[in-house]
Every structure is written in structure tokens, then in C-alpha cells.
């Protein structure tokens, strides 16, 4: 019994040093805190898009080698143009995330002639923008197979040789629809919450394994005026904006630079992860309707992609 009391205790103490510590990690200016990535391997699903792009470019100022994914080659020949002006080593593939064995052969290539990854940043996405009666089949299921099915297979495809180095970071580019239900992407939002939990659980199976040279990163943004959510828009711009990719691309590689594990973007989203813990689900949904989160998809442009 006293052994279990001063276990306790112990852990409880370990609990509010990691508090501090982050309190910490968060008033220290990120140039003070940043690892060194230069010469790293970071592979970028949905390199074409939006926010893989911007990630893409920031790495390569960084001095990282890059490897390019997208099922869209168009768009992806534009990112690696963008990119080879950095003078970095940099390739593109076109992979559909769709399809496990071409990301596992696709893997096999990266391996054999580039190299090992050292940082992997899940960042493909789609949305449909259905309601679950609504919904197509096939939508549904591509909403799975890249959103969430496609991080297991590069995670399987690249993490054993981190955890061999004890050296890697892993990223996963999740959304706000991750920790909160929004009516009319129910499809979307269960990939985004997979993703969340996936991060979640593979950074509690490295501490199991004793593995902490490997990192996990998941970040959470709202709406980014990249075109993916056309037509959206915010009830109360001034607290709650529309955000800027290039904002939320450098915020994520401020975090995989200072091992931030979970990021909400924008911060007042934090406030509102903190309510859903302690109100009831119909105090939530009274909010969600004052701000609009019931509305949202209402205006959504939907762009019919191949299903
Ligand atoms: N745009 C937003 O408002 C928003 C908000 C929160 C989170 N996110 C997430 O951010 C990430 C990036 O989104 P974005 O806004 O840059 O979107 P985007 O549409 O500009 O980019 C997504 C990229 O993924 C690629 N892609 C789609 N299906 C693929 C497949 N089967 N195989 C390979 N590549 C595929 C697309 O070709 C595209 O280049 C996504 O995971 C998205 O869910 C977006």
C-alpha cells in the first residue's frame, strides 16, 4: 500500500514537472528551442496541395533533402520546381494513397535510392462534405483510405528503421474536425479523429518501447483558405478567422523543430477542446450552433473529385 501511495506521488510530481516544462517550452522563443534538421529526409504526402507545398518549401529552407508525394503529378511538378530553387536534393513521386501496395513499393523506391526518412509528414487529405445519410460509399471509403488507411501504411513503410536509429519524427497533419463532430462531413471528421487517436497511441507505443529519440507531432488547424473548403466561412471572422496556410505550414514545422506533440491552431480552439471535456453534449451543440459550427458546410462548394 505505501509503495503504491509514493508511486503516486512520484508520478504526480513527474506529471507537474512535464506541466511546467511545457509552460516552459511555450514562453522560450522557438530559435532558442529548434533542433538541427538540415540534411534530414522529410517526405510530404499531398506535396502538391495547399499546406504540403508551404511545408515543403520551409523545409527546404531549412536545408532538408525532400522526397514529394501526390496522386496529382501536375501539381506536385509545381512544388518540386518551387523547391529545387533551394539548391536541396529533392524527388517527386506520384503515389495514390489509395492504393497500400503502390505506397509500400513507392516506399521501397524512397529507401533504395534516396534513403532512409527521417521526418514523415501525413499530410494528404480529401473531403466530400456529405451528411452520413448523404453519403456515397465510394466518397467514404476514399475519405478513409487517404486520410487515415494511407497513415498506417506509410507509418508501417517507415517507422521501423526510425526505431531502429532511435531517430525520426512522425507527423500527422489532423484538423480541428479531429476533436470536434461537425454536421456534414461526418466521414471526414471520423478519418481526422483515426488520425488524432493513431498519432496519440504510436507515441505511447514508442515511450513503451523506450524508443524517445523517435517524436510524434499532430496539429489540428481550422479552416485554411487553401481551397479544400470552398464556401466556408466563419460566423465571427474577428475571433475566429479563416487561416492562413503559410501560418499554419510554419507553426507545424515549429513543432516538429521543437518536439510539440499536439497543436491546436488557432489557440482559442484550446478553450474549446478544454469545454467539451467538462460540458454536457447539449450545452456543446447550443455553442456549437452560436458559432456557427452546425452551419458551416451549409455553403461548402463541393468540387466532385474521382471516387
Ligand atoms: N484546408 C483546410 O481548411 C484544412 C483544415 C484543417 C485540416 N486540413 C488538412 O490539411 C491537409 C492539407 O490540406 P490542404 O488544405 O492543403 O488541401 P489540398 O486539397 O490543397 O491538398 C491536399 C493534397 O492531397 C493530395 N491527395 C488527395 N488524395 C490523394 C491520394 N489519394 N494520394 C496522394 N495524394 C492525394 C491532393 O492531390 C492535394 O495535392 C489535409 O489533410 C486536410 O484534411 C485542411
Given at each position: ?7 503516486f ?10 506541466w511546467?516544462?511545457s ?9 532558442l528551442?529548434?533542433?538541427?534538421v ?6 510530404i504526402t499531398?506535396a502538391?496541395?495547399?499546406?504540403g507545398?508551404?511545408?515543403a518549401?520551409l523545409f ?6 525532400l522526397v ?11 512544388t ?14 506520384t503515389?495514390?494513397?489509395?492504393d ?5 513499393e ?26 452520413v ?11 478513409f483510405q487517404?486520410?487515415?488507411e ?7 513503410a517507415?517507422?521501423?528503421a526510425?526505431?531502429?536509429?532511435n ?9 480541428t ?19 488524432v487517436g ?15 529519440g ?18 466556408c ?9 479563416i487561416?492562413d ?5 510554419t507553426?507545424?514545422?515549429?513543432a516538429?523543430l521543437?518536439n ?48
Amino acid at each position: 500500500m505505501l509503495g503504491i501511495l509514493l508511486e503516486f506521488l512520484w508520478t504526480l510530481l513527474q506529471v507537474l514537472w512535464q506541466w511546467v516544462w511545457s509552460v516552459i517550452m511555450t514562453l522560450t522563443p522557438t530559435a532558442l528551442l529548434a533542433k538541427d534538421v538540415s540534411g534530414q529526409l522529410v517526405l510530404i504526402t499531398g506535396a502538391g496541395g495547399g499546406l504540403g507545398s508551404r511545408m515543403a518549401l520551409l523545409f527546404a529552407e531549412l536545408g532538408c533533402r525532400l522526397v514529394l508525394w501526390d496522386v496529382d503529378a501536375k501539381l506536385n511538378a509545381r512544388t518540386l520546381a518551387k523547391v529545387e530553387k533551394y539548391g536541396v536534393k529533392v524527388v517527386a513521386h506520384t503515389v495514390d494513397l489509395c492504393d497500400s501496395k503502390a505506397v509500400a513499393e513507392a516506399a521501397k523506391k524512397v529507401q533504395k535510392e534516396v534513403g532512409n526518412v527521417d521526418i514523415l509528414v501525413n499530410n494528404a487529405g480529401v473531403v466530400y462534405g456529405r451528411s452520413v445519410v448523404d453519403s456515397l460509399d465510394s466518397q467514404v471509403e476514399r475519405t478513409f483510405q487517404v486520410n487515415i488507411e494511407a497513415h498506417f501504411w506509410t507509418v508501417k513503410a517507415f517507422l521501423p528503421a526510425m526505431i531502429e536509429r532511435n531517430s525520426g519524427h512522425v507527423v500527422s497533419i489532423a484538423s480541428t474536425a479531429g476533436l470536434f463532430g461537425v454536421p456534414g462531413m461526418a466521414d471526414y471528421c471520423s478519418s481526422k479523429f483515426a488520425a488524432v487517436g493513431l498519432s496519440e497511441s504510436l507515441e505511447m507505443e514508442l515511450h513503451k518501447a523506450g524508443k524517445d529519440g523517435v517524436q510524434t507531432t499532430v496539429i489540428c488547424p481550422y479552416l485554411m483558405d487553401t481551397g479544400m473548403f470552398e464556401g466556408c466561412s466563419s460566423r465571427f471572422p474577428l475571433l475566429l478567422s479563416i487561416l492562413d496556410p503559410q501560418y499554419v505550414a510554419t507553426k507545424t514545422v515549429q513543432a516538429v523543430l521543437c518536439n510539440q506533440n499536439f497543436v491546436i491552431l488557432p489557440k482559442i480552439l484550446y478553450l474549446m477542446f478544454f469545454l467539451k471535456a467538462i460540458l454536457p453534449v447539449k450545452a456543446q451543440i447550443l455553442l456549437s450552433d452560436f458559432f456557427g459550427a452546425t452551419t458551416i458546410m451549409d455553403t461548402f462548394v463541393r468540387k466532385e473529385k474521382p471516387a
